[in-house]
């Protein structure tokens, strides 16, 4: 009796050190750089990393049953584990899809591909500790009734991820269970890619004969009345609000309040009546391919399921910051696009679309502007949102709209002497605390009023003077986001078969020919 109990006392021990030590190296990484404030903020770190320690250490007690299985998926584990946390200490970056998608399919522009001789130390210290586990294991541990002891950890297993969608989102997003969720998104990802949509429109191998660059923004979370160019007390568009050729949208519908389904439906032609084509059609990107478009899209955002098919119908995907998802707290911004979009602009192609995804002005937003444009004071101090006062929210929210300002403004300098048009819309909306609503992906009206800007150069306007005119003169009426796909093949002079004049913005019924 004696024997057995320190032999389990033994065996709970090596899994509670494996446990712990790949808590500290492979999980804490990715809370250390948690903005939280105060001992409360503290405590909250220490029980989230603690909670996802659990499984981990359930899943080590799985494996260690049989200690064959326990030799033969530990080293592998510790290696993968080791790589996950250096990256997420020393980059900030963390395993997405993305970064697989990258690997596999597109070229990785990122920083992540140094290989340091610390990595290289860790990287050896790491197998040469799962060999002494392994060893611990083989010479001081022997387990009698493995099914039961099979059973019991499975069965904690899958409570554990039972408990409810938030804490097995959580446990997806760290070691080892990261590994699984991102080769499974991933792997969607592909399938969906593949899957067939049907071409709409009538129109195939058009030769557009324009010369013309046309870019889309895809803005995120940014609402239309905290622009001071749409009237809002604080001047936050300083740099737009210079642009004379500028128009601005202040009545954008949009149904969708987060990105996935309201990307999707922007992209196609879907609307109120047909949402399904966003799952079966073909983007706008397509025509622009039949019409002799080269087309990119710049990603500084997760790709997801609902468009990433979207993402492949462009000539070139490029991701700009692929190791980062919306659970890495550290500076993601949307400047790190400019220069993939000055490659895509040397190329020199005659007409090309190109579409930049932006992280914009979602949450946390302090992440998302730097330093130079926290300029509305104090900022947000925690991910928590109830250890921030709307003050804080709001001004860090606004800090981000500024720094849009300058995005947009620096694209537009980039585009300004071509002939070119560029239409931002945003997503959705955000919630600053209206009756209680805060982010975003709820339903509140605060979210379905984006912003949305068009913008053309002194050569597109003499070009296509009718199309400007029409354009400023729809700007007060009110679009459900389904006017971006007719508009866009519209502001392209893609003689699509399909564009509905009363949802094209740069048509009027005053008489502006159709293309
Ligand atoms: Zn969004």
Known sequence: MTFITKNTIRHLALIFTASLLSGIFFILPDFIIYPTTGPKGTIYTILHWGLNCIPLFFLYYLLSINKYVFAVTIPPLFLV?????????????????????????????????????????????????????????????????????????????????????????????????????????????????????TYPDTVFNYNSEENLTVVFIIGESLRADHLSINGYHRNTTPLLAKQNNLVSYTNIYSEYTYTNPSVAHIMTRADSVHTERSKTETSFVTQFNNSGFYTSWIANQDAAITYYSFMAECDTLIYVNPQKSVYTYSNWIDEDILPEMDKMLDRNDKNRLLILHTIGNHWYYDSHYSEKFKVFKPTTRSKILTQNTTEEMTNSYDNSILYTDFFIDSVIKRIEGMNAILIYLSDHGEALGEEGNWLHASDNKYLKNPACLVWYSDIYKEKYGEKVEALKANSKKRYRTDFLYHSILSAAKIPSSIIEDELDIFWTSSGVPTP
Do not use: W
Not at 83 to 95: D, M, V
Not at 173 to 194: D, G, V
């Open 81 to 197: 584990g080791t790589l996950i946390g250096y990256y997420s200490y020393f980059y900030k970056a963390t395993l997405t899809p993305m970064i697989l998608d990258a690997t596999f399919h597109n070229d990785i522009g990122t920083s992540l591909d140094v290989i340091s001789p610390l990595l290289i130390v860790f990287v050896v210290l790491s197998i040469f500790i799962s060999i002494l586990f392994i060893r611990f294991r083989f010479r001081k541990i022997s387990i009698s009734k493995p099914v039961f002891h099979l059973l019991g950890s499975l069965t904690i297993l899958i409570l554990l991820f039972s408990i409810n969608k938030r804490v097995t989102t959580s446990f997806y997003q760290h070691f080892p269970f990261s590994l699984y969720y991102n080769f499974s998104e991933y792997r969607k990802l592909n399938t969906n890619k593949n899957l067939d949509r």
